[in-house]
């Protein structure tokens, strides 16, 4: 009998164990973006324009809908398991117009923690092993972790910028070669991933875009994920349009939401997907054995400010928060623009979303020999440096790219404007002060 060896924090690791292989991918296992970049911007106490995440307050109900539930004893305790029944309601109601149909609340939709609950269930309820997955890139970074866990391959597509430079300065302007989508199909392709609005880039797909990609994926007869956490953050000049309303693609299409998103409560973490109910039944299968049912007090109250919101949508009040909080946002981002331009960098202005990429090729700065890291992308050096050195959060936009993908894409930086005026009144002294 062998017996066991201590490892460096001196706890002894049974002989018989072995990290299973799914996790010695190096996809997967491995630290994601967010515990380095969370660490090292709390480590250095940075001016944080890295995660994703509002620094400002949700809408003031959706906190009294929260606190009041302590009062309802059964609020405690578990709720329905594919989503408490007020819940999966209010979502019917939000969803019927925008996506054209009557949806079926206990068939065609589930609830689960975070909108990551519904992408790791509905990827495990699609891909069997060996299954080809295309993603659309830069993509949400667990994506890919989730497809290799599922046993499948992961394949990419990029959203590239124009050939010609000065026409960068625009999500707008950014595509995806529907050409090379289209040789991209085997006999294993089994799904495609897409997120519009595109988390890091805030490209908005047009409807001939959507349509585009749309018509290759029924060609190919496949499913699709439709990642539309930022649904409700469109810019002037762009409309949000959704893949399970193109002729044919509710069939096939897993629409993917998050109350994070939605009501500006990241911590929240609640998510949703819609879908027919053949997938959601097998999204279900999952879900209850992993974690069963989300927390119902969130539940509730993300009910409860559901309804709220939707009374004002219905009456077409513009104070409500699905169109307010783009509104709130739109000056914002010029401001992020205006500010990474006066350090050097070239911003890509977004048509949705929270994220602001921009180019930081031509900055003037110098990262010292001895703290570069060969193992990682120049802009991860960067990011590192900035948090190090300036004091700065950002988030290297190598990290939403395959290592194939890092080679074109590893000179951009990710912002998120999603911050309070104090927030913006601190980049503008620190950037004025440090570069
Ligand atoms: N998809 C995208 C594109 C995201 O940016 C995020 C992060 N908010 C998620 C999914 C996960 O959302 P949640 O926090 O609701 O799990
Ligand atoms: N979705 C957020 C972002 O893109 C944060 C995700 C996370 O922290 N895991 O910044």
Redesign the pocket.
């Known amino acids: 009998m062998s017996s066991p060896v201590k490892n460096a924090a001196g706890v002894r690791i049974p002989s018989t164990y072995k990290t299973p292989a799914r996790l010695t991918d190096p996809d997967v296992g491995k630290d ?3 515990v380095e970049f ?1 660490g090292l911007t709390n480590k250095h106490k940075a001016l944080n324009l ?4 509002p620094n400002f307050f949700p809408p003031a109900h959706v906190i009294d809908n929260l606190t009041r539930n302590g009062d309802k004893y059964l609020l405690n305790q578990y709720t329905r398991g594919p989503g408490h029944p007020p819940l999966v309601q209010a979502l019917k109601k939000m969803y019927d117009p925008l996506l054209k149909r009557e949806i079926d609340a206990m068939k065609e939709v589930i609830v689960t923690v975070g ?2 609950g519904s992408l790791y269930c509905a990827i495990m309820a699609s891909v069997s092993e060996g299954d080809e997955v295309i993603v659309v890139e830069p993509f ?3 994506y890919a972790p989730m497809i290799k866990l599922a046993g499948g391959i992961p394949k990419f597509i990029q959203i590239k910028p124009p050939t010609d430079p000065s026409k960068a300065n625009t999500t707008a302007n950014w595509a995806i070669d529907m050409e090379e989508l289209d040789s991209m199909f085997t006999s294993k392709t089994k799904l495609v991933i897409i997120n519009n609005p595109n ?2 880039l805030g490209k908005v797909f047009t409807l001939p875009e959507l349509t585009a990609v749309a018509d290759i994926i029924k060609k190919h007869d496949v499913m699709c994920i439709s990642d539309e ?1 930022y649904e409700h953050l469109i810019y002037p000049g762009v409309e949000m349009h959704r893949m399970a309303t193109i002729d044919g693609m509710w069939d096939r299409t897993f629409t993917i939401g998050s109350a ?2 939605t009501f500006s409560v ?1 911590g929240w973490k609640l998510g949703w997907c819609i879908a027919p109910a053949y997938l959601i039944k097998n999204m279900n299968y999952v879900w209850q054995n992993v974690v069963y049912t989300s927390p119902t007090p969130i539940q509730d109250a993300c009910a409860d400010s559901f309804m709220i919101e939707l009374k004002k949508r219905d009456a077409g009040d513009k104070d409500c928060y699905f169109t307010a909080l783009a509104d709130e946002l739109l000056p914002k981002r010029d401001e992020m623009a205006k500010l990474a331009e006066s350090i050097g960098l070239k911003a890509i202005i977004p048509e949705g979303g929270y ?1 602001m990429v921009a180019d930081a090729k031509d900055m003037k700065v110098d990262i010292p020999k001895d703290f570069y890291d060969d193992s990682v992308p120049w802009d991860h050096n960067l990011a590192r440096w900035l948090i190090h050195d300036k004091g700065i959060s950002t ?1 290297p936009n190598s990290a939403f790219y395959s290592p194939e993908g890092q080679k074109e894409n590893n000179h951009y930086l ?1 912002f ?1 404007f999603a911050k309070d005026e104090a927030t913006f009144k601190k980049t503008h002294e620190e950037f004025e002060k440090k570069f």
């Open positions: 994601s973006i967010w969370v890295g995660q994703g995440f909108a990551y949400f970074d667990c988390n890091p956490v994070g998103k990241t994220f988030i990710r998120c």
